[in-house]
């Protein structure tokens, strides 16, 4: 039977064995591990409680080849490896405390069990190939970036291509590939290196490289818990915690395609405000994608003047009506290498040095530019892609360091919530199957670190599916995605007033298979506008809990739209569901994907749930069908729920005089961290920020509050707010940081 290895003896035996290479010993290579055909190191290092590292690198003359870095992992000093493996040897078992891990070396095989000895993982190392071979649970497998088969990855094969050529660009969208597989009965790998196919048709599943010769180095991050959250955690240590956005990034953004005037730019932001739907954000595409854009051509940093010509004073004149401005940029290059922190040669510009690149934002950035459109770049490897997610993180720093960056990106790998990353599922079409697909999609987006996702609110490429109702479902979806934005061809028709012109506007819908104006009959539609003030209000409303949600998002890792999963891991059928996900942990979101469809089928997770709209409690563990009419997308609040909801504001620091509203959702205890802070700058960082904690207590009937540690009262100290339990009439209460109980 093999020895058990406790820590102390693993870490005395590396060093020992670091020693004995140091004084230039050499391992005898007659049983001399090789895969594909060379010698080769195994390593095993033990990373925390949850997660291991097995890393297997070529051998060359005996000495140890490196692992590449592509910029994914946090930096940090990563711990020594506690076993290595040369030669034919027996096997052995490690310890994490969580986990036990049995290292098979004379089959290049691993397996993770739980401490009382459930198997949850099986890799197996091909010596022939280097493909690696994992088990397939009979469970749904998640994870894997943005795009791609949907929704459980099992059955399918998947390139990992990056781009709008990745896969069906139609219904799916770009694919943004992030090796990031997460088996929902307890365990995740991360694939460090190298890149290449997954392969889930038949169990075992395999992990192919480019080729064989690229097999190597290997480099992988083994995650075991049962625990969704720890699972998520472990990720967000190993690529990176989110960075907080800019709170006005989390408001409704406005795009916009061809423009005819200076005069159009300022009327569209007026009507906004003059018809007080809620918006913050102005985004101009480039010329080089439309007849008149805001530039002269794709890569260009020149104004049109035809459409801008006094840039600085209209951008000025925005700000006065408080909307923030964002503008498309293109890069040009096939590669970016670098930080905005290196030097830039002045005697030639270099496009692929992001210190050069970025150098040519700053002058346009310098008249009050608020944020920044990647768009492009599918040839960008991975290395590139990080490096263009971090240069519009750290650029815009360079002349505004106390201020957040928003930057909404076309393509991105693991690691680029570290930079704040917003994105895009790209141009995908204005169909009913695309509505319905990008539901799943944004699930598996958030479970593989891409916490900002959204898409073009209605479809990019108009087709004859495009109607009003089409667009109203679609943006009621987006209402509830983290990035609140419309966008599309035709894009007089993604304004909330858009279907009562009797006009699409500039058409702009050559150049794609399909693509087609709407019935000029749907144009004069007197139903979309309020529908749309609706959902405005209400995505301004719950501004502090999708807030506080973000915040959670900062510190755990646990996405804001989450998967059923993350909350009921032990529900099969909760795990199994694509076509809904929970919105931040109290409120399940239930978008309506069916064209003229009355009702929706929604499946309830265990324990009471209120019906939002009419506040009808329901209980759960069952499906359930929920009437609907074109005004409604289905919503339900968790038993338990402390649900804070603001006032209406045009934009998301208008100063209104209303409370905040608390209401308790009863039938069980709960809890709610309420977070706030500037929602600008950086001095959250510092502790200048405020949490509340809010508890309930069923029993008792009670709600305590008390400021959490770390953090403080924050301008007005005194917060005034009318606390509630769901049906009864609310009580005015101050909270002035002092620990507070209420009787409810």
């Known amino acids: 039977m093999s020895k058990v290895y406790g820590r102390r003896e693993i870490l005395r035996g590396a060093t020992a064995v670091c020693a004995a290479l140091l ?73 994490t405390g969580a986990l036990t891990i049995l290292i098979s070396p004379n089959s290049l095989g691993v397996t993770l069990k739980t401490c009382e000895g459930e198997t949850l993982q099986k890799l197996t190392l091909d010596r022939d190939t280097g493909v690696l071979s994992f088990l397939i649970p009979e469970a749904p497998l998640f994870g894997l970036g943005e795009g791609g088969p949907q929704f459980d990855r099992r059955g399918s094969t998947d390139s990992m291509h990056s781009g709008q050529a990745g896969y069906a660009l139609a219904t799916h969208g770009g694919r943004l590939p992030i090796p990031w597989l997460i088996g929902t009965n307890g365990w995740a790998i991360f694939f460090h290196q190298p890149f290449g196919t997954f392969e889930f048709k038949e169990n075992p599943g395999k992990f192919l490289p480019l080729s064989p010769e690229a097999a190597l180095p290997l480099d992988i991050f083994i995650v075991g818990s049962p625990e969704p959250a720890t699972i998520m955690a472990e990720y967000a240590a190993l690529t990176g915690n989110p960075e907080l956005p800019p709170l006005w990034s989390l408001g409704y953004q406005q795009s916009h395609r061809t423009l005819a005037s200076r005069d159009e730019i300022l009327l569209e932001a007026k009507t906004f405000r003059q018809k007080k739907l809620p918006c913050d954000t102005m985004i101009y595409l480039g010329t080089g994608f439309c007849p008149s854009g805001w530039n002269t051509e794709n890569g260009s940093f020149s104004w049109n003047t035809r459409i801008f010509p006094d840039p600085k004073a209209v951008i000025n004149e925005l700000h006065q009506d408080h909307f923030h401005v964002v503008l498309h940029d293109v890069i040009l290059a096939n590669k970016l290498r670098g930080t905005v922190h290196d030097p830039c040669s002045l005697s030639r510009f270099d496009a692929e040095n992001a210190s050069c690149y970025w150098a040519e934002h700053r002058k346009t950035f310098a008249l009050g530019v608020d944020g920044w459109w990647p768009d492009e770049g599918d040839p960008l490897n991975t290395e590139s892609r990080l490096a263009r997610n971090r240069m519009h993180w750290e650029g815009p720093q360079l002349d505004r360091p106390n201020e957040r960056p928003y930057a909404l990106h076309r393509n991105g790998y693991a690691g680029m919530q570290r930079y704040a990353s917003f994105v895009w599922s790209g141009d995908v079409y204005s169909t009913w199957d695309t509505l319905k697909t990008q539901i799943p999609i944004a699930i598996n987006a958030g479970l593989s670190g891409i916490p900002y996702w959204g898409t073009d609110i209605g479809g990019f490429v108009p087709t004859k599916e495009f109607t009003a109702e089409l667009y109203v479902r679609w943006f009621q979806f987006g209402s509830f995605c983290s ?23 500039p058409t702009e819908i050559g150049g794609y298979s399909g693509s087609a104006l709407p019935d000029p009959a749907e144009l004069h539609n007197p139903q979309v506008e309020p529908i749309c003030r609706k959902y405005l209000e209400l995505r301004y409303r719950m501004l502090p809990y999708l807030y506080s949600a973000v915040r959670e998002c900062a510190v755990s890792g646990i996405p804001v739209m989450r998967a059923l999963w993350l909350h009921y891991p032990d ?8 076509d809904e996900y929970l919105w931040g942990k109290d409120i399940l979101v239930a978008p309506v994907f069916g064209k003229g469809v009355s009702s929706r089928s929604v499946y309830l997770p265990r324990g009471s749930w209120y019906d939002f709209w009419s506040g009808d409690r329901l209980e759960g563990g069952r499906e359930i069908s929920r009437a609907v009419d074109l005004t409604i997308m289905p919503l339900f609040v968790r038993e338990g729920a402390i649900l804070p909801l603001g006032p209406v504001r045009q934009y998301v620091t208008e100063p209104v005089g209303e409370n905040l509203s608390i209401t308790i959702y009863p039938g069980n205890d709960g809890s709610f961290l309420l977070y706030e802070d500037d929602g600008v700058s950086f001095k959250y960082r510092n502790g200048e ?37 769901l049906g009864r009439a609310s009580r005015a209460v101050t909270f002035d940081g002092r620990p507070l109980e209420l009787k409810l």
Do not use: C, Y
């Not at 890393?55 to 003359?61: A, E, P």
């Not at 419309?486 to 279907?499: D, M, N, Y």
């Not at 529900?571 to 694509?578: K, L, M, N, Q, T």
């Not at 305590?704 to 917060?719: A, I, Q, T």
């Open 571 to 578: 529900d099969p059928i909760a795990v199994a569901r694509g």
């Open 23 to 95: 004084k230039g010993q050499r391992q005898p290579l007659t049983n001399a591990q090789r895969i594909t055909s060379r010698e080769v190191e195994l390593q095993v290092s033990i990373v925390s409680a949850h997660t291991f590292r097995l890393t297997v690198l070529s051998l060359w003359d005996g000495i140890v080849d490196s692992i590449p870095s592509d910029g994914s992992l946090v930096p940090r000093s990563w711990a020594e490896p506690v076993a290595k493996f040369r030669n034919a040897a027996p096997d052995k078992i490690l310890s």
């Open 689 to 725: 920020w405020m949490g509340i904690q809010m508890d309930w207590n069923e029993a008792q009937r009670s709600l305590k509050m008390h400021l959490v540690h770390g953090s403080r009262m924050l301008v007005p100290k005194n917060r005034n707010m009318q606390v509630s339990v």
């Open 483 to 505: 990035l609140f934005r419309s966008h599309g061809r035709a894009w007089k028709l993604r304004l909330p007033w858009g279907w009562n012109t009797g006009a699409p506007g």
